[in-house]
Structures are given as C-alpha cells and as structure tokens.
Nanobody, 125 residues
Framework: QVQLVESGGGLVQAGGSLRLSCAAS????????MGWFRQAPGKEREFVTA????????NYAASVKGRFAISRDSAKTTVYLQMNVLKPEDTAVYYC??????????????????WGQGTQVTVSS
C-alpha cells in the first residue's frame, strides 16, 4: 500500500507560478511511476505529467509541456510539480498518483493504483 499526500495548491494570477508537492509513504519502490492528474469542474480527470522513480524519465501532456516541470527527491520520497506561466484553464483539482508497473507512457487514470486526496489550484485572469 502507498499513501500520497499533496500540498501546495492555492490561488494565483494568470502568468504566475505554483509548486505542488506529493509526499509518498508506504511500499513505494524504485520501480514506481509517479504521476500528476487534474480535474476541472464538469470535466474528466486528465493526465498532466509523470516521472519514473528510478531514472527520472518524464512524460508531459501537450497542454503543459514547456510550462510545467515534474521532479522527484528520493531522499524525501517526494514528487514536485513546478507550474509556471499559469493560465485560467489550468484551474482544477490536482491529484498525485502512483503505479508499480513502470509504464510511463500509459496515461490512463485506470493504470494508476494509488491516489492522493487532491489539491485545488485556481488561476485568476
């Protein structure tokens, strides 16, 4: 079992930045893939980015590539999402997720076994 706790959400103006954190505990190992998803009101949960714990390989959704950056700190077992040049359309609840099968490029929500509780990000125009 893996527990995930997100933090760092909030309200920011368009063009601003935020950094989200996801603290992992439990049975997470170096074979895990850690991901960030988001869900806006009335929309389905969508993939944002993911990183492999062992080699820090990354994958990004086209809508955030070049603006968002995912990273991980092995010592703290924490994954970060640095969000820059935020837009109103980035407003959503952001969820951290984890899976053990190592498939970085499978972005389906169903492929992730563990989820955090979510943190709200609101970008004002």
């Amino acid at each position: 079992q893996v527990q995930l706790v997100e933090s760092g959400g909030g309200l920011v103006q368009a063009g601003g930045s935020l950094r989200l954190s996801c603290a992992a505990s439990g049975r997470a190992t170096s074979d895990y893939v850690m991901g960030w998803f988001r869900q806006a009101p009335g929309k389905e949960r969508e993939f944002v980015t993911a990183i492999t714990w062992r080699y820090s390989n990354t994958n990004y959704a086209a809508s955030v590539k070049g603006r968002f950056a995912i990273s991980r700190d092995s010592a703290k077992t924490t994954v970060y999402l640095q969000m820059n040049v935020l837009k109103p359309e980035d407003t959503a609840v952001y969820y951290c997720a984890a899976k053990s099968d190592g498939s970085l490029y499978n972005t389906d929500t169903g492929s992730y076994a563990y989820w955090g509780q979510g943190t709200q990000v609101t970008v004002s125009s």
